[in-house]
């Protein structure tokens, strides 16, 4: 059962551009929301992470949206630049429980 | 230093064979995983150890078999590889009750032929 749904599968912005990852959850006991962040020929890597008592985060160029009540959360890149371009994976876990990973967005940033 | 490393980077390997992915962190973690990645580059959580006994065994073949001899290592074999084997495997760890971070370790791609 797949537990958290990402769209879209792949994304093409301009450099400059916003860039716009979306999450839907089907689990309310869920947590933790983190975002990770894997180039090509490494390991995905913490990116940035929410957790439900608020309804944003932001570091630096990047900002988490959480929705509760519609069970959805995403992740928007300001300013995206040729150095995000990388795939991008929503997670999801209940306190003590695994991570369950959303299926990825390959995002390409064109210069 | 690296936080988690995985040997080997690589592996090809026929059909038919048993192989070993060794994984080792010096995070101080407790906490230890196996993922696999396929093609369609989905993670999937495979096995999971805490202070060396088995917490999340997915469902997978018995053929792959883990082992943790202690808390900083976690090492993954494989009995009669099959093609849909083909994967990168990682390897990740965390630091259970504080933080929920996972470290992932570089991968190793498996080419099963």
């Known amino acids: 059962q797949q537990q958290v749904k990402q769209s879209p599968q792949s994304l093409i912005v301009q450099k400059g551009g916003i860039s716009i990852i979306n999450c839907a959850y089907e689990n309310t006991a869920f947590d933790y929301f983190p975002w990770y962040q894997q180039f090509p020929g490494k390991g995905p890597a913490l990116l940035i992470a929410i957790r439900p008592d608020v309804s944003e985060k932001k570091e630096g160029r990047f900002t988490i949206s959480f929705n509760k009540s519609a069970k959805q959360f995403s992740l928007h890149i300001m300013d995206s630049q040729p150095g995000d371009s990388a795939t991008y994976f929503c997670a999801a876990r209940k306190h003590g429980s695994r991570l369950t990973f959303g299926e990825g967005t390959q995002l390409t940033v064109n210069p | 230093d690296t936080a988690v490393s995985q040997t080997p980077k690589y592996l090809v390997t026929q059909m038919g064979n048993d192989k070993s992915i060794k994984c080792e962190q010096n995070?101080?973690?407790?906490?230890m995983y196996w993922y696999k990645q396929d093609s369609k580059k989905f993670l999937k959580i495979m096995f999971s150890y805490n202070n060396k006994e088995l917490i999340i065994n997915e469902t997978v073949p018995n053929r792959f078999s883990p082992k943790s001899p202690d808390k900083a290592h976690l090492n993954l074999h494989i009995n009669s590889l099959e093609l849909g084997d083909s994967a990168v495997y990682f390897c990740?760890?965390?630091?259970?009750?504080?933080?929920?971070?996972?470290?992932f370790g570089p991968g190793t791609r498996l080419l099963v032929l």
């Open positions: 995070l101080g973690h407790d906490t």
């Open positions: 990740a760890s965390s630091l259970s009750g504080a933080s929920e971070t996972q470290y």
